[in-house]
């Protein structure tokens, strides 16, 4: 199938082109782009789209016109919950990649804690065959670090690499064990993936349900101390450097934290780090009272931490704006802040909430927008994605940056519904969303295939 883009802000952070362009999609590649405007006064890079493509021969069979809207590479969340299998109650690989389409993401990655943990390489190809057949975007299943995620005996890492893991993780909690870990971190290396890293202090965390501090005290719930995050966030990038392993540090959430990143990264640290539009827009403050919509780990830190995060951001300390999507049902949701689950979901809200916090608020540029939630994810798992050139596949979202609505989670497309985020105001909505030239996902016929 053939279409034609039209009329498009086309952003490009993998080649700096910038200008209002027609994209020609023939199969599951870019055609074309036809730049519409005067180049640009600097020159372009050899092999850049922004010279004109010769005239050929083009019969679009769908015209979409993208007056006044972004046309930017497909999204990538490296950071999101399936459910898929164990608890399809929750979300499926299926309603998970509906949800994922209706955001702009083209690709996202699998966090492998599951029931059962994704640990081996059957499952990892189970979890590739079922996306195969049932989501309308690319699903990268990640590989747990330890068998079970109980801490106990690594997991086959090289099995699971093999199968197309892009990464591994034991998200949800720390590896305790520093000698399995290092372990693990160099099985990493000798597959050439990643380790993503959730950075919490489990002895330190307790039971704490929110962040440690004034608004913990006036809600009398128990907190949990950002030391508990700052600790193990040191440990990883020593661990780090001493074995040569790429690290990705999952939703950073203090301001240590980030000071941490900052250092490493100035000395050479192969690091890098995510943050989540809930931390960089939401502060404990926020937290109405025993409303466990608001409960997610790690937890809505103070307005210090946010505005750390926010800064980081902005001088590319963090180079990724991931989701942590994780649905639960409304029933759990609808437990006290004690005993209702962490997490939410965040699918469907991500684009337009970095849009809202950090584009317009001149934090970020579209183009460092697109560049952190597309080309920098892509350039960590090492795929061929999150770009706009000829000859590259076809994964592109076309996003309304003039579009202002409230959230409303009764037209999500996943099965969770858990935000703190119903009613809020913003700017930016997904129109299209192309996964392999395909039109996956139409804004105004809210299709899904």
Do not use: W
């Amino acid at each position: 199938m053939n279409i034609l883009i039209k009329n498009g802000l086309v952003l490009d952070p993998a080649t700096g082109f910038e200008q209002i362009a027609d994209v020609r999609i023939q199969g599951s590649e870019i055609a074309g782009i036809i730049p519409k405007t005067t180049p640009m006064k600097k020159e372009p890079a050899a092999g850049s789209p922004a010279k004109r493509e010769p005239e050929q021969t083009f019969v679009p069979d769908q015209v979409i016109d993208a007056e006044g809207c972004y046309v930017m590479p497909g999204f990538i969340d490296l950071h999101v919950h399936l459910r898929d299998p164990g608890q399809t109650h929750k979300e499926t690989i299926a309603t998970g990649g509906r949800a994922a389409a209706q955001g702009g993401f083209t690709t996202i990655c699998a966090m492998p804690n599951t029931k059962p943990v994704i640990d081996n390489a059957e499952r990892v190809a189970f979890v590739r065959r079922k996306a195969a057949e049932e989501s309308p975007v690319r699903v990268l299943q990640i590989g747990a670090v330890t068998v079970g995620q109980e801490g106990r005996e690594l997991a086959d890492i090289a099995g699971m690499a093999a199968q197309g893991s892009p990464a591994i993780s034991e998200d949800g909690k720390s590896v305790r064990n520093v000698r399995l870990y290092v372990e693990g971190m160099r099985e990493a290396v000798k597959a050439n993936i990643p380790v993503f890293a959730h950075c919490e202090d489990a002895d330190l965390a307790g039971d704490g349900v929110m962040n440690a501090g004034k608004a913990a005290e006036r809600l009398g719930l128990p907190g949990i101390s950002g030391t508990a995050e700052d600790l193990v966030t040191c440990r990883d990038i020593l661990l780090a450097k001493e074995t040569g392993v790429r690290l990705h540090l999952c939703h950073v959430s203090t301001q240590t934290s980030v000071g941490f990143i900052r250092y490493s990264k100035s000395r050479g640290g192969s690091i890098t780090a995510e943050a989540c539009p809930h931390h960089f827009t939401l502060c404990d403050d926020d937290i109405p009272g025993d409303n466990p919509l608001y409960k997610m780990n790690p937890p809505l830190r103070a307005k210090e931490d946010r505005e750390a995060l926010i800064e980081g951001l902005r001088d590319g300390t963090i180079d990724v704006i991931a989701t942590d999507h994780a649905p639960h049902t409304m029933q759990e949701k609808g437990l006290s802040f004690k005993g209702a689950p962490f997490g939410i979901v965040g699918l469907e809200t991500a684009a337009a909430l970095t849009y809202t916090e950090l584009v317009k608020k001149g934090v970020l540029t579209p183009m460092q927008m697109a560049e952190k939630m597309s080309t920098n994810p892509a350039k960590i798992l090492g795929v061929d994605r999150g770009t706009i050139q000829t000859g590259k596949t076809a994964d592109l979202v076309i996003f309304d940056p003039q579009a202002e609505y409230e959230i409303d989670p009764s037209k999500f497309a996943g099965k969770g519904h858990n935000t703190p985020f119903a009613g809020r105001k913003v700017s930016g909505l997904v129109k299209y969303t192309i996964v392999d030239g395909a039109v996956v996902y139409d804004c105004q016929a809210r299709h899904m295939e």
